[in-house]
């Protein structure tokens, strides 16, 4: 099957977009990896607010342009309340500094800082400024939950996971 091809709009940078279907379903062929991501994700959310980890997981799939993972994990904050103003907002959470509380925006920093990793490691500001509004405990379950959706994202990225399909 040949992908089709998309060309990108004039003066982006971007490369064209290439359509594909799914590579595999990396479930079925790795079931004792996936059992061990759920326990592992289950374990990072553990005593982490669900509203405040549905937006880190979801900004991390932004990050990672994770569509599968956005797909399931902006249901999941619906369903646990949140308000599609915030979640579409969530994109720029740090020009809207009014629609997230000072931990939200602890929590959101720290997860960009570790999705990106743009220099390496977690700049010593993000760290403290996060460790202030955790304790060392929320603060290791946090950091924990991060590095699951990130996990999480690759998985889905890497094997083109489509939205709404398992």
């Not at 091809?5 to 490369?15: I, M, N, Q, V």
């Not at 599968?68 to 599609?84: Q, Y």
């Not at 994109?91 to 720290?110: F, I, S």
Request: negative net charge.
């Amino acid at each position: 099957m040949t992908p089709t091809t998309t060309p990108a709009p004039a003066g982006s940078e971007s490369a064209p977009a290439h359509h594909h279907g799914p590579r595999m379903r990396w479930v079925k062929h790795a079931p004792e990896v996936y059992q061990a991501m759920i326990a592992l994700d289950a374990a990072a959310r553990k005593d982490i607010d669900p509203g405040l980890a549905e937006l880190v997981k979801v900004r991390a799939s932004q990050l990672n342009k994770c569509a599968f993972c956005l797909d399931m994990h902006l249901t999941d904050a619906r369903k646990a309340g949140e308000s599609e103003e915030r979640l579409q907002l969530l994109v720029a959470w740090a020009e809207a500094p009014d629609h997230y509380t000072a931990k939200e925006r602890a929590a959101l920093a720290l997860t960009e800082a570790i999705t990106v990793l743009t220099d390496g490691f977690v700049p010593d500001d993000v760290y403290a400024q996060a460790a202030a509004h955790f304790d060392e405990t929320e603060l290791a379950q946090l950091i924990a939950l991060i590095t699951t959706i990130n996990a999480w994202n690759r998985f889905a990225v890497s094997t083109r996971m489509t939205p709404g399909k398992a």
